[in-house]
C-alpha cells in the first residue's frame, strides 16, 4: 500500500514543467476536437438548409411549414441530450476514450473536455480547454462557407468526414490516465503519463456521496453554467442565422463573416484565459451580450412586428413573409446580433466547457458530466423548437428581452457561484469546496 501511495504521489507531481514535452498531449487533443468540429458543424447545418426547404421552389415532399422547421432546426440538441444521458453510464463503465468515440453517432462533445482535463498539466490546460469549443466553432464555419457552393445533400456527406477521422484517430490514442490509475493499472497509467506528460488521478466514487456538499457544489455550479449558456440564446441565433440574414438583407457570406469573427474571439479568449482569468473573461462576455441583446430588445419593441401564426409552409423566419420591421431595425439588427456572438464566443462559449471539467470533483466526474450535457442540450432542444413559435406569435421582442435578462442572471452567478481556477490544480480547485471554499495553497501569481 505504501509503495503504491509513493508511485501515485510521483505521478501526481510529474515531471518539472521545463521537462515536459507537449507533442503526444496535442496530437491526443486534436484527436477528441474533431468530434467538436463535427458537432459544430452538425448543430448549424439546418441554417443554410432552411431557406431552401422553406422557399416555394423546393421540392413539395421537403418544404416545411413552422412546426416541421421547429424540429428540424431542434432535433440535433435532442440527440446530443440523448448523447449526455449515455455519457452517464458510458463514460466510467467504458472509459473517456471510448466514450468519445462512440459519440461519432450521438453527440456528448461534454466528454472531450472531460478527456482533455485529465490529460493536460495545470499549465496548458486552460489553452487546451478551449480548444473543444474553438474547433465547434470552426466546423460551425466551415458549414457556412460550403453552404455556400455545396447543395444540403453533399453537406450532410461533408459532415461525416471528420466523425470518421475522429473514430480512427482516437483508436490510437492513450485512455485517460486517473482511470487507469483508478482501476488500480498503475504501469499502465504511468507509461500513458510518460506520453502525455499530465498527472492526474481519479479515485471512484458512490451516487450516494453526491449528496456531500463536496460533490454537490460544484455539480450545481457546473450545471447553473450550461443551463445559463444555453439560456443566453447561442443555440437558436446560430442555427437561425442565416434566414434572419435573409430578412435583414444581408450578403450570403454574411454568416461565413460571423463564422471567422467568432474563430477570432475564441482564439483571444483561449489567449487570455489563463492570463487575465476565467472570471474576468466571463464579466466581460456577459456585459457585451447584455448591451447587444438589450439594444435588439428596445429596437424591435419601437419596431412595428404585428403578431400572428406565419401564412402556411411559412415561419416568422422565412423572410419574404414578413416587411414590416423598419429600416432601422433591418440595418442594425446584423452588427447587434454579431456583437452578441462574439460576446459569447469571448467567455460563456469556450469558458464554460473549460470550467465544468475543471470544477467538477475528479472522482464524480464520469457521472457529473454526463449530467451536465444532458442538461445543456435538453435546454438547447426547448429553446431552439420554441424560439420560433415565439417568433410567430410575439416577434423577437420577447426572446431578446428572455436572453437579456440571463445576460443580467449570468452576471450575478458568476459573482457568486463560480471560483477562479487560473493556475490551480485540479486537486486544489477540489479542496476548493472540500474546505468551506477557500484554496488551501496560496500563489503570488
Known amino acids: 500500500l505504501f509503495n503504491n501511495i ?42 443554410p438548409v432552411l431557406p431552401y426547404f422553406q422557399s416555394p421552389d423546393a421540392d413539395p415532399r421537403l418544404r416545411m411549414n413552422t412546426e416541421q422547421a421547429a424540429w428540424f432546426g431542434s432535433i440535433y ?75 444540403w445533400r ?17 483508436a490510437f490514442m492513450p485512455s485517460s490516465p486517473r482511470r487507469l490509475l483508478s482501476m488500480g493499472r498503475q504501469q499502465h497509467a504511468e507509461r500513458v503519463l510518460r506520453w502525455l506528460r499530465g498527472n492526474q488521478y481519479d479515485p471512484k466514487i458512490t451516487w450516494s456521496q453526491l449528496g456531500t456538499p463536496t460533490y454537490y457544489k460544484p455539480i450545481l ?80 419593441h419601437t419596431t412595428p412586428c404585428p403578431p400572428g401564426p406565419a401564412p402556411p409552409n411559412h415561419t416568422a423566419l422565412d423572410y419574404t413573409s414578413h416587411n414590416d420591421f423598419g429600416s432601422t431595425f433591418m440595418s442594425n439588427l446584423y452588427y447587434h446580433i454579431v456583437g452578441c456572438l462574439l ?24 457521472k457529473a458530466s454526463g449530467v451536465c450535457v444532458t442538461v445543456s442540450w435538453l435546454t438547447a432542444f426547448g429553446l431552439t423548437h420554441g424560439f420560433t413559435h415565439l417568433v410567430d406569435t410575439y416577434g423577437l421582442y420577447v426572446p431578446y428581452l428572455l436572453f437579456t435578462v440571463v445576460c443580467v442572471v449570468s452576471l450575478l452567478f458568476n459573482a457568486v457561484c463560480i471560483p477562479e481556477t487560473r493556475k490551480r490544480s485540479l486537486e486544489e480547485i477540489e479542496n476548493y469546496f472540500r474546505t468551506g471554499r477557500t484554496f488551501t495553497i496560496n500563489r503570488s501569481s
Open 6 to 47: 509513493q508511485l501515485s504521489s510521483r505521478l501526481l507531481l510529474g515531471p518539472e514543467p521545463g521537462s515536459i514535452k507537449n507533442s503526444g498531449l496535442y496530437l491526443a487533443a486534436f484527436a477528441a476536437v474533431l468530434g467538436n468540429f463535427n458537432s459544430g458543424y452538425s448543430l448549424v447545418y439546418p441554417s
Open 154 to 170: 453533399w453537406l450532410a456527406v461533408a459532415g461525416e468526414v471528420p466523425a470518421v477521422l475522429m473514430v480512427v484517430l482516437m
Open 343 to 366: 460576446g459569447y464566443a469571448l467567455g460563456w462559449g469556450p469558458i464554460t466547457w473549460l470550467l465544468m471539467s475543471e470544477v467538477l470533483p475528479l472522482a464524480a466526474r464520469g
Open 77 to 151: 440538441s435532442l440527440g446530443a441530450a440523448a448523447g449526455g444521458l449515455g455519457a452517464i453510464l458510458l463514460n466510467d463503465m467504458i472509459g473517456r476514450k471510448l466514450s468519445i468515440m462512440m459519440s461519432a453517432l450521438p453527440s456528448t462533445i461534454g466528454l472531450v473536455s472531460v478527456y482533455i482535463s485529465e490529460i493536460s498539466h495545470q499549465k496548458v490546460r486552460g489553452a487546451l480547454g478551449s480548444c473543444p469549443q474553438i474547433t465547434s466553432v470552426i466546423g460551425a464555419l466551415v458549414l457556412y462557407a460550403l453552404g455556400l457552393v455545396v447543395p
Open 221 to 300: 455550479i457546473s450545471v447553473g453554467m450550461r443551463f445559463l449558456q444555453q439560456m443566453t440564446g447561442i443555440t437558436p441565433i446560430l442555427v437561425y442565422m442565416e434566414p434572419i440574414f435573409k430578412k435583414s438583407n444581408v450578403p450570403l457570406y454574411g454568416a461565413a463573416i460571423v463564422g471567422l469573427l467568432r474563430l477570432c474571439s475564441i482564439a483571444v479568449a483561449a489567449f487570455l484565459m489563463d492570463k487575465a482569468g476565467r472570471k474576468a473573461l466571463l464579466y466581460t462576455s456577459s456585459m457585451l451580450m447584455f448591451l447587444s441583446t438589450l439594444t435588439l430588445t428596445m429596437v424591435s
